[in-house]
């Protein structure tokens, strides 16, 4: 048995033995008295009556083990044309200093705390102090809308609002400021403070008495310790798309956490502390969180904080320039970034201007990577290539080739056989295990490994019947698939309304929910359909209500404007078109799935439900109209 399955087989054969000889790598003011409670099951929590600091293990810990000159982050903007680079000790410096600000403004263990901020190092100082506080942070992405942001106030019911003057978009500014106080005005609870930092290409005006000054507030700010918490205490609220317009607050609690990640990184990543680690993402994301800021610092890597994009910032050899500059070692991206790389440069002739030579292997997740990509990568970059499923609630991989215990073959087209801690089955709907190469639900056996989401922020029952409830025993990934004969996992599609827009997670209920609220639709439908560089973009079908006798393209003008302003821009809703009518099953269910495939021109049946099989043709003919729909 090689290392990979002896390993895979010790976690699932003895989990308490395995992850509590695996929590031994970090730091506990006071260990455990139970390595996994399972008496509120299927709630489970690990390492209970534990007490740790996921700062002191992300930050002090190195100092003070006189690691203190390392860099621990790094960041490079070609937003701005900025970089500037902190080692441990200025990073202690710099969240020690902003956990006294939120402290002496009555931030403490428990307060939620939201982050509204864009690529720059004060948005992990920011998630750092808290941490370090014990209050819980909630990151808001910097694309969403101020209805979204205000969403998320309400529910989070944050004491405080850490944000920044603006973003900055290839071509435009984005003024947070303005968004943030529309969602404050609009949420059920207000924030005692702000805390603003004020960047050169925007200045916001600020309210007296409520909103703060970050430089300031740094200016006179005095250090504050690592607070010891409970291993169960939650580190943060990530909210990710359900199926509704409703977030779903992704809890993350500290304990299982810095264990889980601390592991990835030396088993699935074969990062070695000291070691450049470049996660490609947002800090709004789970990858963000995950990879950006906690795993590599727990791990003592010079983690790289990058405000840019692949491609126009300034071109398509802006990832090679950073590898060269910084010596990074392992990149982790979203497929999305390599297509868009691979149809500005498709030769690789700017990899060639570059040495990548520090760079030992590429790891992709956020969506399926396309075979296509996969091979231009491996044959560019002539370093493994790791395709890996992961979601916003398991925190860190279900699947991927370790390539820090074993590396086996790739296979495209998989997202690699599930990593230890994770008993991956496939299961029909009558809850039987299914043979391999059959298509079934992915589900995971109980309990998820340290690290995954124990619940969801003010929505137990929510959390119960979104994943648990289908498949006692399992948690639900809402993700279809199989594992074939070789054990290798292939995520195929989800079996509810998510769909991921350039590795942005986004659900078409919610955009439904917005078209709906327009005073002239009827009834409508939101899918994902195929896009060459984004893997999946929205496309809306409208009927309109009896009498309105309006220029479809006006209401569709109108619709995407709407979804921009309610959503935000990184719904990328961009297409829709006018129908008749939308066709339904005998039960009245919308066939948004039959209507994807020929939207897609795939293969499609019709379904023996249907009520009128006509709709299907009229819906053919009108997506014609807009460029889907084709003859392949
Ligand atoms: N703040 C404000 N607006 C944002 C934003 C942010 N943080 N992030 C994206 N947007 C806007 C974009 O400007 C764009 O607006 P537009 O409609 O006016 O052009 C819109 O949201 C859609 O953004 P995106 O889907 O990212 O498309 P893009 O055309 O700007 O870029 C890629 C395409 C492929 C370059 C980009 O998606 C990318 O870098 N992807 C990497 C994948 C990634 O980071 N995934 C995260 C999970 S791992
Ligand atoms: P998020 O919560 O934003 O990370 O999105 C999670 C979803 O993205 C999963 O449920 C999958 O549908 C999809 N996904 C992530 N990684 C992969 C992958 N490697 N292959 C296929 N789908 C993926």
Not at 135 to 157: C, M, Y
Not at 254 to 281: C, E, F, K
Request: proline share 6%; charged share 20%; hydrophobic share 40%.
């Amino acid at each position: 048995m090689g290392a990979y399955q002896q390993t895979y087989q010790r976690s699932l054969d003895d989990p308490e033995g395995f992850w509590a000889e695996v929590a031994e790598a970090i730091h506990w003011d006071k260990k455990w008295d139970k390595v996994l409670d399972d008496s509120g099951a299927p709630e489970y929590h690990w390492f209970a009556g534990g007490k740790l600091n996921t700062c002191y293990n992300a930050v002090d810990r190195h100092v003070e083990a006189g690691f203190g000159d390392q860099l621990a982050l790094v960041y490079d903007s070609p937003a701005t044309g900025k970089q500037r680079s902190y080692t441990y000790a200025e990073l202690q410096d710099q969240v020690a200093r902003l956990a006294g600000v939120l402290a002496e403004k009555g931030v403490g263990k428990g307060d939620r705390v939201i982050v509204y901020m864009p690529m720059i190092p004060e948005a992990a100082f920011s998630m750092l102090a808290c941490a370090r506080l014990g209050a819980i942070h909630s990151v808001v992405f910097g694309g969403f809308a101020a209805n979204e942001l205000a969403v998320r106030i309400t529910d989070a019911a944050p004491k405080a609002v850490l944000t920044a003057s603006c973003g900055i978009e290839p071509g435009r500014v984005i003024a947070y400021k303005p968004l943030l106080d529309q969602a404050i005005e609009m949420a059920e609870c207000k924030p005692d403070f702000c805390l603003l930092l004020q960047r050169p290409q925007e200045a916001a005006s600020m309210i007296p008495g409520r909103d703060l000054d970050w430089e300031e507030c740094m200016a006179t700010a005095t250090a504050h310790g690592c607070v010891s918490v409970e291993a169960t205490d939650p580190l943060y609220i990530l909210y990710t798309s359900g199926t509704t317009g409703e977030p779903k607050g992704v809890v993350r609690d500290n304990g299982g956490h810095a264990v889980a990640l601390t592991w990835s990184m030396r088993n699935i990543y074969d990062v070695q502390p000291g070691d450049v680690y470049w996660a490609a993402s947002d800090v709004g994301w789970v990858v963000g969180h995950s990879y950006i800021v906690y795993a590599p610092l727990f791990n003592r890597n010079t983690t790289i904080l990058f405000e840019g994009k692949p491609v126009g910032t300034p071109d398509a050899g802006v990832f090679w320039r950073v590898i060269e500059e910084h010596k990074v070692n392992v990149l982790f991206t979203a497929p999305t970034a390599f297509r868009a790389i691979k149809k500005e440069d498709p030769d690789g002739t700017f990899i060639k201007k570059y040495d990548i030579s520090s760079l030992r292997s590429l790891f992709l997740a956020g969506e399926r990577s396309d075979p296509a990509t996969l091979e231009w990568a491996e044959e560019k970059l002539a370093v493994p290539v790791v395709d890996h499923w992961w979601q916003t609630e398991t925190g860190w991989a279900i699947c991927a080739n370790c390539l820090g215990l074993e590396q086996f073959p790739t296979l495209h087209g998989s997202a690699g056989k599930p990593v230890p801690g994770w008993n991956l089955q496939v299961l029909d709907e009558s809850g039987k295990q299914v043979e391999s190469d059959k298509i079934g639900a992915l589900v995971v056996k109980l309990p998820l490994p340290p690290g995954a989401f124990p619940t969801l922020w003010n929505a137990p029952k929510r959390w119960y019947q979104a994943y648990m409830a289908e498949y006692p025993g399992y948690y639900l990934t809402a993700d279809a698939g199989m594992i074939d004969a070789n054990g290798y996992a292939h995520v195929m599609s989800r079996t509810d309304d998510i769909i991921n827009v350039a590795g942005h997670r986004l659900s078409t209920g919610g955009m439904e929910e917005v078209l709906a609220g327009h005073p002239d639709v009827a009834e409508c439908a939101v899918m994902g359909v195929a896009d060459e560089m984004k893997g999946q973009v929205p496309l809306g079908l409208l009927v309109l209500k009896s009498g309105v006798d309006r220029n479809p393209d006006d209401v569709v003008a109108e619709v995407v404007a709407l979804v921009r302003e309610r959503i935000g821009p990184v719904a990328a809703f961009k297409k829709a078109v006018v129908v008749n009518r939308l066709p339904k099953t005998r039960s009245g269910k919308i066939l948004r799935g039959t209507m994807r495939k020929i939207a897609d021109s795939e293969p499609w049946k019709m379904p023996a439900t249907i009520d009128d099989p006509a709709i299907l043709r009229e819906i053919g003919d009108s997506l014609r109209t807009i460029g889907y729909a084709g003859d392949k």
